[in-house]
């Protein structure tokens, strides 16, 4: 059973940081791309950024990019979020993602 926990979210204010962790368990993690998603109150959720198996590879949606900085330890089976210039859009639920298995979700507020 595929188990991913979320962890690193919290209250901050505008221009702070935040680093996410996703822990994996129960899976051959350094083999699959992995993603963060987010979902604010009334939206859709949306792809943040995803990484490839060796960490090689990444994309970043266009709101966050030169912000938000995705990487992953295959090790560990950890794969991180640093999330740096925080704006009060940014305010959401991050989800962690591998193929159709999600995580809890951590939640990250942003305001003053």
């Known amino acids: 059973q595929v188990q991913l926990v979320e962890s690193g979210g919290g209250l901050v204010q505008p221009g702070g940081s935040l680093r996410l962790s996703c822990a994996a368990s129960?899976?051959?993690?350094?083999?699959?791309?992995m993603g963060w998603f987010r979902q604010a109150a009334g939206r859709q959720r949306e792809l943040v950024s995803t990484i490839s198996p060796s960490g090689g590879n990444t994309n970043y949606a266009d709101s966050v990019k030169g912000r938000f900085t995705i990487s992953r330890d295959n090790a560990k089976k950890t794969m991180y979020l640093q999330m740096n210039n925080l704006k009060p859009e940014d305010t959401a639920v991050y989800y962690c993602n591998q193929r159709m298995n999600w995580g809890q979700g951590t939640q990250v507020t942003v305001s003053s």
């Open positions: 129960g899976t051959r993690f350094s083999i699959y791309t």
